[in-house]
């Protein structure tokens, strides 16, 4: 069965620095890999996804993402931190067949500080 | 506006009360899903309806009971809840493949008292 691991639970980044989230999944074949975020009182908003192709992928808000198959990670960053990216952040990955089927991690939450 | 709207955004109920979660999306999505969002737990997926049809019920209590009249509206009935119960409540849909990304709404906050 898939798994997807969010190692970081908390991050508090200065306005202005680079940040790295990181996500590790286990799954055999080429996996779908997605990156969500939640504002408080929000729900999930898509932030960008990888399914095949180049590795690097941009998603909306300024945030990347690399797919390195060798250490099954897809760490999501960004080169300057703004406050209002703090959020709690959902790796998540999907075998292929239908959206049910995909995991989600536990999240990591931004701190920013001015 | 995220294309998928729920009401109440929260409720409060009592263990023994009736209550129903409201989920409507715009757009144009064939499957429905209902997740329950907990503190510091993954996100559980609960239902899942795809053209209206439920695909999925992951072991869900029978005190939630979904109902996807069609394509386009999910409802989820609440009856003699408990307080673990108390949680974020995320009505999501998509284009029933996985490349297709999870829309969601903005949940209905419950506490069970």
């Known amino acids: 069965a898939q798994s997807v691991t969010q190692p970081d639970i908390h991050i508090t980044v200065s306005e202005g620095a680079s940040l790295e989230l990181r996500c590790n999944y286990s799954?055999?074949?080429?996996?779908?890999l997605f990156w969500y975020v939640q504002s408080p009182g929000q729900g999930l908003q898509l932030l960008l996804k990888?399914?095949?192709?180049?590795?690097l992928v941009q998603g909306i808000k300024g945030f990347e993402a690399e797919f390195k198959r060798s250490q099954s990670s897809f760490n999501l960053r960004k080169p300057s931190v703004h406050w209002s990216d703090a959020a709690e952040y959902f790796c998540?990955?999907?075998?292929?067949?239908?959206?049910?089927?995909?995991?989600f991690g536990t999240g990591t939450r931004l701190q920013v500080t001015l | 506006e995220t294309g998928v709207t729920q009401t109440p955004r929260h409720l409060v109920m009592g263990m023994t009360n009736k209550k129903s979660l409201k989920c409507e999306q715009h757009?144009?999505?064939?499957?429905m899903y209902w997740y329950k969002q907990s503190a510091k737990k993954p996100l559980e997926l609960m239902f899942v309806?795809?053209?209206?049809?439920?695909?999925e019920n992951n072991s869900v209590p029978s005190r939630f009971s979904p109902e996807c009249p069609n394509s386009s509206h999910l409802f989820l009935h609440l009856h003699t809840l408990q307080p673990e119960d108390s949680a974020l409540y995320l009505c999501?849909?998509?284009?029933?493949?996985?490349?297709?990304?999870?829309?969601f709404g903005n949940g209905t906050r419950l506490t069970v008292t």
């Open positions: 999501a849909s998509s284009q029933d493949r996985m490349d297709s990304p999870l829309h």
């Open positions: 799954y055999g074949a080429t996996p779908y």
């Open positions: 990888y399914f095949s192709g180049d590795t």
């Open positions: 998540a990955v999907g075998t292929s067949g239908t959206a049910s089927k995909l995991t």
């Open positions: 757009l144009g999505h064939n499957a």
């Open positions: 309806y795809n053209f209206k049809e439920q695909t």
